[in-house]
């Protein structure tokens, strides 16, 4: 697992989604861990828009998991927000395997998944406060080859 750790601000989390977003393959999992209002959820909505979406992604929080697929997106991805599952069995009910088949999972709260993940799992941390944010990614070798933040 290779590790590289970026400086930026609110302007830039734009850019850096949608090249991550551009980068999606079927099969993908994205981690985004951070503290509420980190940005996580900013990130996974310019990796949305870098496939396609228009307009604003409504928050998954309520709905737990939001599915986007062809033709609004070229990619199906489901941005999924575990931050209201307070167990691991709830999980068995959202069908989140059933998403890799062709498309990709952009998780929120992920630690909510408990001993469950993938092994190929990109895990983006987001810190930081304010306009200065620090972006901790922990890169699988499924994405070593393609990271594209050099």
Do not use: C, N
């Not at 509420?36 to 309520?62: D, H, N, V």
């Not at 469950?116 to 895990?123: A, K, N, R, S």
Request: charged share 20%.
């Amino acid at each position: 697992m290779t590790v590289h750790r970026y400086g930026y601000t609110l302007a830039d989390a734009e850019r850096i989604g949608a090249a991550i977003g551009a980068a999606l393959q079927p099969g993908d999992v994205v981690a985004l861990e951070g503290d509420l209002g980190a940005g996580k959820t900013t990130l996974a909505r310019a990796m949305l828009k870098a496939r396609g979406l228009a307009g604003e992604a409504p928050s998954p929080t309520f709905a737990i998991v939001q599915p986007y697929a062809p033709p609004e997106v070229d990619l199906a991805i489901a941005h999924v927000d575990l931050y209201r599952i307070e167990d691991e069995s709830e999980l068995i009910e959202l069908g989140l395997d059933d998403y890799l088949v062709d498309g990709a999972l952009l998780i929120e709260w992920p630690e909510r998944l408990g001993t469950g993940g993938w092994p190929d799992t990109l895990t983006l941390t987001i810190s930081g406060s304010g306009d200065a944010r620090v972006l901790t990614a922990s890169l699988p070798p499924a994405w070593e080859a393609r990271w594209p933040l050099r």
